[in-house]
């Protein structure tokens, strides 16, 4: 069974920075290989939105408007883990973040088409919370 651990997420003032992990495990090396990684975040009233993405096959990776240029996201294989680097941090990006995760192979690598779609991710974990304090 695939499961997503979140940590990492915390409380920090506005400009610090913050490093959210995504441990993956239930499958093989050969299996993550084969899957793309996403981190989407829910904040109080408002709708869930997609954060970034990678496709660890071809290592492409999307962005959200919202935290292009502060936020990167980067693959360890030997780790299973998806990392989500957070700088630059905004009282906006408190949220509760997820990761979840997707086999983009079986999806004939269209990512890009549905990169920001909650429901087309067929695992996910439990959450990790943000407080960014201004």
């Known amino acids: 069974e695939v499961t997503l651990v979140e940590s990492g997420g915390g409380l920090m003032q506005a400009g610090g920075s913050l490093r959210l992990s995504c441990a993956a495990s239930g499958f093989t090396l050969d299996d993550y290989h084969d899957y793309a990684i996403a981190w989407f975040r829910q904040a109080p009233g408002k709708e869930r939105e997609g954060v970034s993405c990678i496709s660890v096959p071809d290592k492409s990776t999307y962005y959200a408007d919202s935290v292009q240029g502060r936020f990167s996201i980067s693959s360890d294989s030997a780790e299973k883990t998806v990392y989500l680097q957070m700088n630059n941090l905004k009282p906006e990006d408190t949220a509760v973040y997820y990761c979840?995760?997707?086999?983009?192979?079986?999806?004939?690598?269209?990512?890009?088409?549905?990169?920001?779609?909650?429901?087309?991710?067929?695992?996910g974990g439990q959450g990790t919370q943000v407080t960014v304090s201004s």
């Open positions: 979840r995760a997707v086999n983009v192979r079986r999806r004939g690598f269209l990512l890009r088409l549905w990169v920001w779609d909650w429901y087309e991710y067929d695992y």
